[in-house]
């Protein structure tokens, strides 16, 4: 398993905008499908959005449709979550993970959105 270390989250009033880091530390990242995800107190840990490595083609949760952006830099082995118009009910701890070598879940990033 590699590492993977998230970053970029912090505490946004309802409207406002994240944008979240995840970054690999080796591996083959560029053939690798990357996601992000996220955990609310008191729920199970939830798909927010996909990005294939082969095409590049992305998937979202129908929560965060419209909302969120899901890329990536494979040259700085990185996946990025834009995350703008934020709601209260994306409070959550966002974690990113990946197929192969990073299917790894590490400490994830604290997103806190106020009313």
């Known amino acids: 398993q590699v590492p993977l270390v998230e970053s970029g989250g912090g505490l946004v009033q309802a409207g406002g905008s994240l944008r979240l880091s995840c970054v690999a530390s080796g591996g083959t990242f560029s053939k690798r499908a990357m996601g992000w995800f996220r955990q609310a107190p008191g729920k199970e840990r939830e798909f927010v959005a996909g990005m294939s490595a082969i095409d590049g083609s992305t998937h979202y949760a129908n929560s965060v449709k419209g909302r969120f952006t899901i890329s990536r830099d494979n040259s700085k082995n990185t996946v990025y979550l834009q995350m703008n118009s934020l709601k209260p009910e994306d409070t959550a701890v966002y974690y990113c993970?990946?197929?192969?070598?990073?299917?790894?879940w590490g400490q994830g990033t604290q997103v806190t959105v106020s009313s």
């Open positions: 993970n990946g197929g192969g070598e990073y299917d790894y």
